[in-house]
């Protein structure tokens, strides 16, 4: 095996909660530039197995390597994650800014493309003058992912994805997905309870059972995508 072309590699890995097992993984590698979907019913580990590759989370047991190496730490023992680890969870916002303040905040002079690109049809144009604590879970949970994909990250981690989103919404943020792995060769792993949610988006399948991996299968409707290797490395800029 190549370990150049990995970026993560789990060995012997254990995670317990209030003495439960949760997590008990001997040995997973997940390659660059692939789309991975964790896959399992709820309770069976799968947002646990997330944090530890977001470096949100240190394992009891075991190591997790991210492009060879364990996460750093603080004096104080804290994680480290880098930041093109981008990891997008289901969470509230009390936020009283706007929406378009948001965007301003955190990307700069591109906040007005971005808003032409996700704001300028629909509902959403009144999306972006609203205050993020007044959204629906479903506006929120778009507002995240728009975030996510603008900032450009080497390594993208989508937990129970598409929850919350309509159709529309979720075939663009697909599309989307596939394009930022394809020309940029970004690394995306999502989680889902229901394969068939994640089966056209993803390369790679592993099924996850009570903590433990039950199978790995190749997701046979969606081949893997021919980067484009002159932009592999090459990313936008940030303002």
């Given amino acids: 095996m190549n370990r150049k072309t990995l970026i993560f590699e789990v060995q012997d ?12 993984i001997g040995r997973l590698q997940i390659h ?28 009891n047991e075991g190591k997790l390597l991210y492009d060879g190496n364990e996460f750093k730490t603080s004096l104080f023992g804290k994680l480290k994650t880098p930041d093109e680890i981008k990891f997008l969870s289901m969470t509230d916002s009390k936020s009283k800014e ?12 591109r906040s007005e493309e971005i808003r032409k690109q996700y704001f ?3 509902f959403r144009r009144f999306m972006w003058d609203q205050t993020v604590d007044t959204l629906s879970q479903g506006e ?13 990250p080497r390594v993208l981690i989508i937990d129970n994805y598409g929850s919350m989103l ?55 409707q969606n081949k893997r995508p021919q980067r484009n290797q002159g932009r592999q490395n090459q990313r936008r800029n940030r303002n």
């Fill in 13 to 24: 890995l254990k995670k317990v909660y209030n003495q439960r097992n949760v997590l008990q």
């Fill in 32 to 59: 660059k530039g692939t789309i991975y979907g964790i896959v399992g019913p709820v309770g069976s580990g799968k947002t646990s197995l997330l944090k530890q590759l977001s470096g949100i989370e240190k394992p």
């Fill in 98 to 109: 706007s929406v378009s303040r948001f965007f301003t905040s955190n990307h700069g002079k």
């Fill in 120 to 122: 300028n049809n629909g």
């Fill in 140 to 152: 929120l949970k778009w507002i995240q992912h728009v975030d996510a994909l603008e900032s450009d």
């Fill in 166 to 220: 309509d159709d529309e919404m979720e075939n663009d943020i697909s599309n989307r997905l596939r394009r930022m792995n394809r020309n940029l060769g970004t690394t995306i792993v999502v989680s889902a309870t229901n394969p068939a949610r994640i089966q056209k988006l993803v390369s790679v399948m592993i099924f996850l059972d009570k903590g433990h991996i039950a199978k790995i299968r190749s997701a046979s």
